[in-house]
């Protein structure tokens, strides 16, 4: 389960204030809201990329607020599987050496047997062998998203997912997501794509 | 994934980025060690000029000063020659502990030997304490053997043959940095022997009864001014006068010493252009680094993994640029070792094995201060950021 009470981070003036967030185990919820109200920076506190000003985040009962970097990175490849709206691919790798990055990183032998069963399922078989520059939005997102789902955390945050994807992009990213949460997935999404929000269980306005 | 592999394939995918980095590594190497090298070797060579000299004091007629200068330092021709009468003259003169002469025979051009000939010298076995530093066989020398420079290609054992006599290799000086190594050296009794028949008298002259220098060592305990001027009052009324070896070499050393501190300059600017440079290298991609460490975060790749990454392409880097310029250095300057002498008509010695060792362990711990400077900034951003603001785009 996922907690969140009082988050408040702030750049500037302008910001989070005082958000509270609560996800079901096994739920598929969904954050809106308007530009710059903060859901990425939610995502970001969320999964431990960002140390709230005031507030607490409570994963599994856990506080990460109070857990080292170092513990709060490891959450990020066990427990919660983060693809950011942000590119973030690594350049120098190929797509599939990038969907196995958190395997290889982690000394875990490489399953590319499954990596290659996502990728199917994802439709970007053909660009595993290219590397990011060569991939467009929409194979770039869904490489993303196979990184993610490689890692089979019981947590999935995607921060706009299907943004500047085209329908078809948008609808693989899409079934991913719905597939995963009924796997038992647990799926945060923060996004304006109105069909993704439609899909989840629950909508979470925060601003 | 294996450290080695992600290097490599980032450095195989940023070619410009690393070659930058690599030239700035070679070029740092190439200078320090390359001037490392050169300066030692000067320094190496005229070690005998400075400190423990082979001998303290010369003794030349004053007319033949310049040429004497030339002759011990540059190696160039002798033609020096004074009677040897003022030998007997420096007996129980005070302060002088030994006395041993040598002449000069003559400059031949040999195949064996360097291109501007090889100068046949004789000395004194009995007397000498000047070669006798540069192989231990010198006392021992007797008849038609000979000692030969390092200069030629000449081995312990090889015949040569030296107006018409066949000599014997007995052994071979170990590198002087001066005229010694483009000599042979011959008995002084032989000398006499060859000097005195009538068919070197018709080629050569008459030599018979003439020295072209006197070597003094002065007693451990005497003062060497109080020295010189007993030598030069006991040899009053004739043409030779003696010469201190530190006043003989005070302008080569003052040269030496310039060449070496202009040198020194230089390789520090062309260090710190390179040093400045990899500064501004690391820190125009900085931007991109620190996406790609926010990027790995966000994976679950610890934070100490993604500076092991970063920290492993820079050392990789280093390593090769290092070693291609030291190579590079020995590659060139080794096999030129004796033209480089020839040009620069100083002493000029190689530094041992062990000393080029250490040069070059100085000059990667050079290399890697300047990697410390030039990472440490970038490595700094990188942890003292939360992940989420290292995928910020503004820095």
């Known amino acids: ?207 | 994934m294996r450290t080695d592999k992600y290097v490599l394939q980032v450095i195989s995918r940023s070619r410009f980025r690393s070659a930058i980095i690599f030239i700035l590594f070679f070029v740092t190497t190439v200078c320090l060690f390359g001037t490392g090298l050169f300066t030692g070797n000067l320094k190496n060579g005229s070690k005998k000029l400075y400190g423990q000299t082979y001998a303290d004091m010369i003794v030349v007629p004053e007319a033949y000063l310049d040429n004497t200068k030339d002759m011990l330092f540059k190696g160039k021709a002798c033609s020096i020659m004074f009677k040897d009468d003022v030998l007997s003259g420096m007996n129980g003169v005070s302060g002088v502990e030994a006395v041993t002469p040598q002449l000069y025979l003559e400059t031949l051009e040999m195949s064996c030997c360097a291109d501007g000939g090889i100068q046949i010298v004789a000395y004194d076995p009995a007397t000498d304490f000047a070669v006798s530093q540069w192989t231990e066989h010198s006392k021992e020398l007797s008849g038609y053997e000979a000692l030969a420079g390092s200069g030629g290609t000449m081995k312990k054992g090889d015949k040569i043959t030296l107006f018409d006599r066949e000599f014997t290799i007995a052994d071979v000086l170990d590198e002087t940095g001066m005229g010694y190594d483009n000599s042979i050296f011959i008995p002084y009794e032989t000398a006499d022997e060859i000097t005195s028949s009538e068919e070197y008298k018709f080629m050569f002259g008459e030599k018979t009864g003439l020295v072209s220098m006197l070597l003094v060592k002065n007693s451990p305990d005497g003062d060497i001014k109080e020295t010189e001027a007993a030598v030069n009052s006991a040899l009053a009324g004739s043409e030779a006068k003696v010469y201190p070896i530190d006043e003989l070499s005070a302008d080569l050393r003052s040269h030496i010493d310039l060449m070496t501190a202009v040198t020194k300059i230089v390789s520090a600017f062309a260090v710190i252009l390179a040093a400045v440079a990899l500064f501004a290298m690391v820190t125009i991609t900085f931007r991109q680094r620190r996406r790609i460490a926010g990027s790995m975060l966000s994976a679950g790749c610890p934070r100490g993994r993604v500076l092991k990454y970063f920290l492993s392409e820079y050392l990789f880097l280093f390593a090769a640029g290092a070693i291609s310029g030291i190579l590079l250095v020995c590659v060139f300057l080794l096999p030129l070792h004796e033209e480089v002498k020839a040009v620069l008509e100083m002493p000029y010695k190689l530094i041992s094995l062990s000393g080029a060792a250490i040069l070059a362990a100085k000059t990667a711990a050079v290399d890697m201060a300047m990697l410390a400077l030039a990472v440490s900034f970038t490595f700094v951003g990188i942890l003292r950021t939360e992940p989420a603001m290292l995928m910020e785009e503004q820095v």
């Open chain 1, 1 to 207: 389960m996922i907690k969140g009470q009082n988050i408040t981070k702030l750049f500037g003036g302008n910001g989070l204030k005082c958000a509270d967030i609560t996800v079901k185990k096994g739920e598929m919820a969904g954050i809106s809201g308007a530009s710059g109200c903060g859901k990425s920076t939610l995502l970001n506190i969320l999964t431990g990329m960002l140390r709230p000003d005031s507030g607490t985040v409570l994963i599994n009962g856990v506080d990460i607020s109070s857990l080292s970097e170092k513990k709060r990175t490891a959450l990020r490849g066990n427990v919660i599987g983060y693809v950011m709206q942000k590119n973030s691919l690594l350049p120098e790798l190929t797509a599939l050496q990038n969907i196995m990055f958190p395997a290889l990183t982690a000394k875990k032998s490489p399953d590319v047997k499954k990596a290659e069963e996502i990728a199917e399922r994802l439709a970007i078989t053909d660009q595993l062998g290219s590397y990011p520059s060569q991939l467009s939005g929409g194979e770039y997102r869904r490489v993303m998203l196979a990184r993610i789902l490689m890692l089979e955390t019981p947590i999935i945050a995607a921060d706009e997912p299907t943004s500047n994807l085209d329908r078809e992009s948008a609808a693989i990213v899409r079934d991913m997501l719905i597939e995963a949460n009924k796997k038992g997935v647990t799926v945060l999404t923060a996004s304006h794509d109105p069909l993704l929000l439609e899909s989840t269980d629950r909508v979470i306005n925060i601003g």
